[in-house]
């Protein structure tokens, strides 16, 4: 059986490991009041980081519920995400959404967050001359 539990390998915890995302996001994907910027990570499993700022989201309660939604989506998906360093961003009007909308909108983020990934890979395959500039 497949472990669900949420440990810390599964979390961004540094600023170091934020602005590696930021300086060079792979893959971006749009929800309703949020964005998601991933990034190739080698550790055979992803890593979530959330940005919830007080400009967009005002209340404590609101920006705690964010991330605890978004948390709990991504500890119950975790083995079908794809290798990523994923930073979800909270944008304005995201608390205005309940909690089924929250819910359903990054179950769709995660299914477009595989689906580009897989083709971003299959690209990455075809030229191999376009990897030259990462190493």
């Not at 009041?33 to 967009?56: C, F, T």
């Not at 939604?69 to 304005?92: F, G, K, N, T």
């Not at 929250?102 to 995660?110: D, K």
């Amino acid at each position: 059986m497949l472990r669900q539990g949420y440990p810390r390998c599964l979390r961004l915890l540094n600023a170091g490991d934020f602005s590696h995302v930021f300086e060079q996001a792979d893959l971006k994907v749009h929800g309703k009041g949020m964005m998601a910027l991933a990034r190739w990570n080698m550790l055979g499993h992803p890593r979530i980081g959330l940005v919830v700022s007080k400009k967009n989201v005002k209340l404590a309660v609101q920006r705690n519920r964010f991330k605890r939604l978004v948390r709990e989506s991504v500890r119950l998906r975790q083995h079908q995400l794809p290798m990523l360093d994923i930073v979800v961003l909270a944008r304005r009007g995201v608390h205005d959404l309940d909690n089924d909308t929250l819910h359903r909108q990054l179950h769709g983020m995660w299914k477009r967050l595989q689906r580009e990934a897989r083709q971003h890979e299959c690209t990455k395959l075809a030229s191999p001359a376009s990897t030259q500039h990462d190493a």
